[in-house]
């Protein structure tokens, strides 16, 4: 089992940027993949970005550039660096974890909203 604890959502304007914190515990020591995921009200969760532990990483199209998945393993964290934000990011992004298995792990989820 892993757990995932997620921080950093909120409100900001269209060109600002902010970082989304993905806490893990429980057998880190499994996981393979770590990433980030975003919902909006009647759309398909999507995949943002990913990176796994052989150092192969992916990116929605419309966020390649200006979003970037890294981790820290002193701390068993994974980031979400988001530039220039733009209204269309708005959505609940969620942390996502694929361990051995294979078995999928999500976070709780948080709110982030761009303003025009």
């Known amino acids: 089992q892993v757990q995932l604890v997620e921080s950093g959502g909120g409100l900001v304007q269209a060109g600002e940027s902010l970082r989304l914190s993905c806490a893990a515990s429980?057998?880190?020591?499994?996981?393979?993949?770590w990433g980030w995921y975003r919902q909006v009200p009647g759309k398909e969760r999507e995949l943002v970005g990913r990176?796994?532990?052989?150092?192969?990483?992916t990116y929605l199209d419309s966020v390649q550039g200006r979003f970037t998945v890294s981790r820290d393993n002193t701390k068993d964290t994974v980031y979400l660096e988001m530039n220039s934000l733009k209204p269309e990011d708005t959505a609940v992004y969620y942390c996502?974890?694929?361990?051995?298995?294979?078995?999928?792990?999500w976070g709780q989820g948080t709110q982030v909203t761009v303003s025009s």
């Open positions: 429980g057998r880190v020591f499994t996981i393979y993949a």
């Open positions: 996502n974890v694929v361990t051995y298995g294979p078995h999928n792990y």
């Open positions: 990176i796994t532990i052989d150092g192969r990483s």
